[in-house]
């Protein structure tokens, strides 16, 4: 099955673009939301979470503390490796079982990920995209839809790539401002991919 990674840096759009692909019938792999599920089902990581960040990382009713963990790892760089550490090789590990599931019948498959290129995970896909938007649009977009500071949302920036290194990393690219439809390009990329996706499946 041909994969395609998508990221982008916080609040850039690109779980909304991930959207218009489902419309057209693209499987998405959703590595955050993932985590998230992994996080309070994964035993093991559980305890790991816990032994790292404390007890507290955790409700009682068995929901995780996104405050609490977030306010160590995006204030501090060795405990947001450790977490990273933790989660990734389980998430890694649910996309290969995700991507076995898929019909046969799908031309290709979409991996979302913030980190596909800081945590190595491009290395999993065949081609990537990248979606970018103006910083302070970015900012905007994540303070309107968290209702955080726009302080909390640079600290998250500061955790990841600039959009610069992605940039020279990336294959596609989304611009995801005010005056480009990403209906367009969305649908422009879906074409290349459907090719290639039909190349591959010919006999060489
Ligand atoms: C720290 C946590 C609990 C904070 O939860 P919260 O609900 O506030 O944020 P959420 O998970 O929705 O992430 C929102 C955005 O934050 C950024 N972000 C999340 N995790 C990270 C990370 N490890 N490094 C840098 N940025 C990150 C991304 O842009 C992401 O899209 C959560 O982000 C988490 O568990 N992160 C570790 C898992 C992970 O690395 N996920 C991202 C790729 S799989
Ligand atoms: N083109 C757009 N026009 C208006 N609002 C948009 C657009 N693109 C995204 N948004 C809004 O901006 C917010 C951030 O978008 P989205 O959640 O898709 O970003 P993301 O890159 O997945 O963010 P994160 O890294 O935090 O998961 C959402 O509330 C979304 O509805």
């Known amino acids: 099955m041909y994969k395609v990674g998508i990221t982008g840096g916080i609040g850039s759009g690109k779980?909304?673009?991930?959207?218009?692909?489902?419309?057209?019938?693209?499987?998405?792999?959703?590595?955050?939301?993932?985590?998230?599920?992994?996080?309070?089902?994964?035993?093991?990581?559980?305890?790991?979470?816990?032994?790292?960040?404390?007890?507290?990382?955790?409700?009682?009713?068995g929901k995780l503390n996104n405050k609490h963990i977030a306010s160590i790892v995006f204030n501090n760089e060795a405990e947001l490796a450790k977490l990273n550490a933790l989660v990734h090789p389980a998430v890694f590990r649910a996309f290969d079982l995700w991507e076995v599931q898929i019909s046969a019948e799908v031309p290709y498959t979409l991996k979302e990920a913030a980190l596909l290129f800081e945590s190595e995970s491009y290395k999993m896909v065949d081609t990537t995209i990248l979606v970018?938007?103006?910083?302070?649009?970015?900012?905007?977009?994540?303070?309107?839809?968290?209702?955080?500071?726009?302080?909390?949302?640079?600290?998250?920036?500061?955790?990841?790539?600039?959009?610069?290194?992605?940039?020279?990393?990336?294959?596609?690219?989304?611009?995801?401002?005010?005056?480009?439809?990403?209906?367009?390009?969305?649908?422009?990329?879906?074409?290349?991919?459907?090719?290639?996706?039909?190349?591959?499946?010919?006999?060489?």
Do not use: W
């Open 15 to 61: 779980t909304t673009v991930c959207k218009v692909f489902e419309v057209l019938g693209i499987p998405v792999f959703y590595a955050d939301t993932v985590a998230k599920e992994i996080m309070v089902r994964d035993e093991l990581l559980i305890e790991g979470i816990k032994t790292t960040f404390g007890k507290e990382s955790y409700f009682e009713d």
């Open 132 to 204: 970018t938007a103006p910083l302070q649009i970015k900012l905007d977009r994540v303070v309107a839809r968290d209702g955080v500071s726009a302080e909390q949302v640079k600290a998250r920036m500061d955790k990841q790539l600039s959009d610069e290194e992605k940039i020279k990393m990336a294959n596609h690219f989304i611009v995801n401002d005010e005056e480009h439809s990403i209906i367009e390009q969305v649908l422009a990329l879906h074409k290349v991919f459907l090719n290639t996706a039909i190349n591959l499946k010919l006999p060489q």
